[in-house]
């Protein structure tokens, strides 16, 4: 049986090249059409995570038999037959127009994020804020009501407070461990509730089942910042969640060497999101796609490094002498770890931790380290450290970030994958010289 699938896929692959050979444009397009059909019939559905982060949105055969998605720089698509091309611009049949709106690479990318989220639909956005803002602008019109929490990350925190109120939105926002208030405050009216479980930088975590079913009750949109955990770790919309925002920038990537963001879920919405994003004009550019396909390949194999690695600097640096508290859920006495534990198959790569001696001990703390980069973001193949204060939160300011929770002596780790003896090690060095 499985060689006489190879050679069915052999054959065809033998077939599309002579149909590039041919003079007759018209045919050689039945032909890939054909053939993509064909390929993408396989369902990759019921795959594991690491199966699907490989192969999806990559099944049909590339031109020339590549391996791999091809960098598609072109802005603009050709026809030759004017009925296909209206039908193409129409969305009646599948193809590419204009870059700014679809692309081939950026489209492989989005199969690869829906598939993974096991969502109905996806988009791609030039950078993570560029997909929140996008989604946050598109659902809501003045005199609606948005419901989310207290411990978001900064960019979304400056959206709620200083943005979406100059259009006439009320915004609601409420302490993130506080269920009641958040179902509370969705019952008096919501038309999003917005959520962000592991919190960006406390890792706080929100029971997502029961806050979604309490969103749907009220007819609001549920929306789920699923960053930090990843479809490998998480996936709300199995819980019920209608759309799915990434930072691709960070673990999706995971290089540190591409910005991107993503939305996925239920497919009425994101194709509201998505003629929303091709007139304002936040797209991701193909070179920009492909890196971030490349990137995810990988994801799998890095997170599950990268969650073994801040479980174990987790339990260490619980219990050092110069750390006064460790935020991390897979951490037993987290107050939201049983809730994670149910929700999620991993805890994540990112913990935070606070010092005794305050911002004084943080500045001479982190210049000692070795292997981290002192840099803003997350989610890469090497350790990144930093404060909220430089890093997720710099856009707020001292008082802003107290009201909010977040000490100024709180330190941000993302562990990398490197081997997590010389990370303890390393840690154990630099805390030892405060």
């Not at 019939?41 to 091809?70: I, N, R």
């Not at 179902?183 to 706080?204: A, F, M, Q, R």
Request: charged letters at 20%.
């Amino acid at each position: 049986m499985i060689y006489f699938l190879v050679y069915f896929r052999n054959y065809f692959k033998f077939k599309f090249c002579s149909y590039l050979n041919t003079k007759n444009i018209r045919e050689h397009r039945i032909a890939r059409v054909f053939l993509i059909n064909f390929k993408d019939s396989m369902d990759l559905s019921k795959t594991k995570s690491g199966t699907a982060a490989v192969w999806a949105g990559e099944m049909q055969t590339f031109c020339e038999g590549a391996t791999t998605p091809p960098v598609v720089n072109s802005v603009t698509f050709a026809y030759d037959d004017m009925d296909e091309w209206f039908d193409v611009a129409i969305g009646k049949r599948e193809g590419h127009i204009y870059s700014r709106n679809t692309n081939p690479t950026v489209s492989v990318l989005e199969e690869k994020i829906r598939l993974l989220e096991r969502a109905e639909s996806a988009t791609a956005f030039s950078t993570g804020m560029a997909a929140i803002s996008n989604t946050l602008f598109s659902l809501l019109s003045p005199g609606d009501r948005v419901v989310s929490i207290k411990d978001s990350y900064g960019g979304v925190g400056k959206i709620f407070l200083e943005h979406l109120p100059r259009f006439n939105i009320d915004v609601q926002l409420c302490n993130t461990t506080d269920h009641e208030r958040i179902e509370e405050e969705i019952d008096k009216g919501c038309k999003v509730l917005y959520l962000e479980s592991p919190t960006n930088p406390t890792l706080k975590i929100l029971d997502l089942k029961r806050l979604i079913k309490s969103a749907h009750d009220a007819g609001a949109i549920a929306v789920v910042d699923n960053t930090f955990a990843t479809p490998i770790n998480q996936n709300p919309i199995t819980m019920g969640a209608d759309l799915v925002v990434h930072s691709a920038t960070k673990y999706l990537g995971g290089h540190s060497d591409v910005m991107g963001g993503l939305v996925c879920g239920n497919s009425n919405l994101v194709r509201n999101l998505f003629q929303f994003r091709e007139i304002n004009g936040a797209s991701l550019h193909a070179a920009s796609a492909y890196m971030l396909i490349r990137g995810m390949k990988t994801l799998e194999l890095r997170v599950q490094r990268q969650n073994a690695n801040a479980l174990k600097i987790a339990h260490f640096l619980r219990n050092h002498p110069k750390v006064k508290e460790v935020f991390y859920p897979g951490i037993e006495s987290h107050p939201g770890h049983d809730i994670a534990k149910e929700q999620m198959s991993g805890f994540g790569g990112v913990l935070s931790f606070s010092l005794h001696g305050g911002f004084n001990d943080v500045k001479q703390f982190l210049p000692r380290l070795t292997f981290a980069h002192l840099a803003a973001s997350l989610g890469s193949v090497s350790t990144l450290v930093g404060p909220p204060k430089t890093t997720s939160h710099v856009e707020m300011t001292e008082a802003q970030r107290k009201r909010l929770g977040i000490p100024e002596s709180l330190i941000r780790y993302s562990a990398g994958i490197e081997n997590v003896e010389d990370l303890l090690d390393d840690l154990n060095n630099a805390l030892s010289n405060i």
